[in-house]
């Protein structure tokens, strides 16, 4: 059975409004799993060269949350005064660090901390290790997610190689670190651009049990491809996706991102589309505050 993992909580209006969109589509499909409402953020860098624009964008499109870098701590004052003013709040922020490093685990103690400054939960973080042993990475991690204990916070790893490549490394990297606070991020669109023969859908069923936080990037299924497109128009099957999820009672972070094609410059108004299409077709498949 899945752990539960800190959610963003609900004014009484939301819940009251999620509660009845829930209930609906029991109604219409009760063999299908109440799903619970489940927050959802935008990634800031989806909007590329125009990430000024997407602080007014986001709310315009009716979501309320933001998925950004941790700042420097001289910046968060700056950083919280900027998301009030556009009635955003942080969903999960980005950390960084190389592993392979023992100084590592300093640097995310303070980005941890800054995490706990600003209210957010969950702090992604991509594993790089450099040439260092995976063991090496593990106890890092397993030390990082102390500190994350200490101060509330979640580390979510991202889908990436080589300690999230899919779903069984995935497993392996948990099953090694094996801490509460060190858990997956499941990138969607990753799998197929990472791996050959596989999808989103069975890689999630294999670690589901460890995600703490969801990215849903759609791909054109070809490896090592760079074309992520909205969402709807690639080869994820997103609802195969929120079906896994609905299942086990997944109730975290769900983050929006969309990185385009290699090669193909859109503007403005066509990455705010693909942002607004991504959304759209989003709302069709569940429920969201």
Same mark, same amino acid.
């Given at each position: 059975m899945r752990q539960d993992f800190p959610a963003a909580p609900l004014s009484r209006r939301d819940f009251i409004k999620v509660s009845g969109a829930a209930a609906a589509l029991s109604i219409l499909d009760p063999a299908r799993p109440a799903a619970p409402a489940r927050p959802l953020a935008c990634r800031l860098a989806s909007y590329g060269k125009f990430e000024s624009a997407a602080w007014s964008h986001v709310p315009e499109v009716g979501v309320k949350h933001l998925f950004l870098n941790v700042p420097e701590p001289d910046q968060v004052e700056q950083t919280l005064t900027r998301l009030a003013q556009h009635s955003l709040t942080p969903l999960v922020?980005? +950390?960084s660090a190389d592993l392979s490093e023992a100084s590592s685990v300093d640097a995310l103690a303070v980005q941890i901390a800054t995490c706990q400054k600003m209210g957010v939960g969950y702090m992604f973080l991509s594993p790089k290790h450099a040439n260092a042993p995976k063991e090496v990475a593990y106890?890092?991690?397993? *030390?990082? +997610?102390?500190v994350a204990r200490a101060h509330n916070v979640v580390l979510s790893l991202e889908t990436h190689p080589d300690l999230g490549t899919n779903g =069984?490394? !995935?497993?392996? /990297?948990? *099953? =090694?670190i094996n801490h509460q606070n060190v858990r997956v991020n499941f990138d969607t669109g990753n799998i197929t651009y990472y791996n050959r023969g596989r999808n989103a859908v069975d890689e999630l069923k294999t670690i589901v049990d460890y995600v703490a936080t969801v990215e849903v990037k759609d791909h054109n299924g070809g490896f090592e491809t760079w074309e992520f497109p909205p969402l709807g128009k690639g080869v994820v099957d997103f609802k195969g996706v929120f079906g896994v999820l609905d299942a086990c009672g997944y109730a975290g972070p769900v983050t929006?991102?969309?990185? +385009? /094609? !290699? +090669?193909?410059?859109?503007?403005e108004e066509q990455t705010k589309h693909a942002i607004e299409e991504s959304v759209a077709y989003l709302r069709t498949l569940g429920t969201f505050v």
């Amino acid at each position: 059975m899945r752990q539960d993992f800190p959610a963003a909580p609900l004014s009484r209006r939301d819940f009251i409004k999620v509660s009845g969109a829930a209930a609906a589509l029991s109604i219409l499909d009760p063999a299908r799993p109440a799903a619970p409402a489940r927050p959802l953020a935008c990634r800031l860098a989806s909007y590329g060269k125009f990430e000024s624009a997407a602080w007014s964008h986001v709310p315009e499109v009716g979501v309320k949350h933001l998925f950004l870098n941790v700042p420097e701590p001289d910046q968060v004052e700056q950083t919280l005064t900027r998301l009030a003013q556009h009635s955003l709040t942080p969903l999960v922020m980005r +950390g960084s660090a190389d592993l392979s490093e023992a100084s590592s685990v300093d640097a995310l103690a303070v980005q941890i901390a800054t995490c706990q400054k600003m209210g957010v939960g969950y702090m992604f973080l991509s594993p790089k290790h450099a040439n260092a042993p995976k063991e090496v990475a593990y106890e890092h991690l397993r *030390k990082a +997610g102390d500190v994350a204990r200490a101060h509330n916070v979640v580390l979510s790893l991202e889908t990436h190689p080589d300690l999230g490549t899919n779903g =069984a490394i !995935q497993l392996e /990297t948990m *099953k =090694a670190i094996n801490h509460q606070n060190v858990r997956v991020n499941f990138d969607t669109g990753n799998i197929t651009y990472y791996n050959r023969g596989r999808n989103a859908v069975d890689e999630l069923k294999t670690i589901v049990d460890y995600v703490a936080t969801v990215e849903v990037k759609d791909h054109n299924g070809g490896f090592e491809t760079w074309e992520f497109p909205p969402l709807g128009k690639g080869v994820v099957d997103f609802k195969g996706v929120f079906g896994v999820l609905d299942a086990c009672g997944y109730a975290g972070p769900v983050t929006l991102e969309f990185e +385009g /094609t !290699q +090669g193909v410059n859109l503007d403005e108004e066509q990455t705010k589309h693909a942002i607004e299409e991504s959304v759209a077709y989003l709302r069709t498949l569940g429920t969201f505050v």
